[in-house]
């Protein structure tokens, strides 16, 4: 089946700074991606939708200026955390979809702001 | 937008019994209802899918059964093994955007 890989797989950082995170898919292409967002033991939140060639689409809710997207190729997709604090600690996950199948996952990314 | 329900919040079986996980969703034009298994610390993986010109689908020991006209839709596990002891959630997908919005999950747990 299709790969999307997500790197890195864990990260720690200090209250401040910024963390990129990056989801590529690995044999298709993708226009679009999608971030998640999952607290401990909570569901899914899709945070944005990330559009190869365009500006992302975010959720209601969701700083776009606090969660930097781009998708400046058909295989990846980066998602900064810019001047991340402890709340922002959580596990985010990346998806695809190729053309006309279902979405496929990254591993995950597990971010801890200290 | 979509909203998705999911019951129960925990399973616990015995092995080789069988499991039934339950979703609802709002918007009748969602037309595609994947089912992700999610083991600690991974992303969600898919084990079946079906769409909304089914009414049932199964793979091997996994079966999803779909009512469009209640809006629900069902997972169904047998002869379950502990190996199967995980998160699962269900998901609805609408539009043409392929957006998906997830159930709240389930934690199954298979005993011996």
């Known amino acids: 089946g299709a790969v999307v890989s997500q790197h890195p797989s864990w990260v720690i950082c200090k209250s401040g700074t910024s963390v990129k995170i990056e989801c590529r898919s690995l044999?298709?292409?993708?226009?679009?991606m999608f971030w998640y967002r999952q607290f401990p033991k909570q569901s899914l939140m899709l945070m944005a939708t990330s559009n190869e060639g365009s500006k992302a689409t975010y959720e209601q809710g969701v700083e776009k200026d606090k969660f930097l997207i781009n998708h400046a190729s058909l295989t990846l997709s980066t998602l900064t955390v810019t001047s991340a604090h402890p709340e922002d600690s959580s596990f985010y996950i990346c998806?695809?979809?190729?053309?006309?199948?279902?979405?496929?996952f990254g591993q995950g990314t597990r971010l801890t702001v200290v | 937008g979509e909203n998705v329900e999911q019951h129960p919040s925990t399973l616990s079986v015995q092995e080789g019994d069988s499991a039934v996980i339950k979703c609802t969703y709002s918007?009748?034009?969602?037309?595609?209802f994947p089912w992700y298994k999610q083991e600690l610390g991974k992303g969600p993986q898919l084990i079946i899918d079906i769409r909304s010109n089914v009414g049932e689908k199964k793979d091997q020991r996994i079966a999803v059964t779909l009512n469009k006209t209640a809006k629900h839709f069902s997972l169904h596990i047998t002869e379950t093994q502990p190996e199967d002891s995980a998160v699962y959630f269900c998901a609805a997908e609408s539009g043409t955007a392929s957006k998906l919005t997830f159930g709240t999950g389930t934690r199954l747990q298979v005993t011996l």
């Open positions: 998806s695809a979809n190729r053309a006309g199948t279902e979405a496929f």
């Open positions: 918007d009748s034009a969602s037309n595609y």
């Open positions: 044999d298709f292409q993708a226009t679009t």
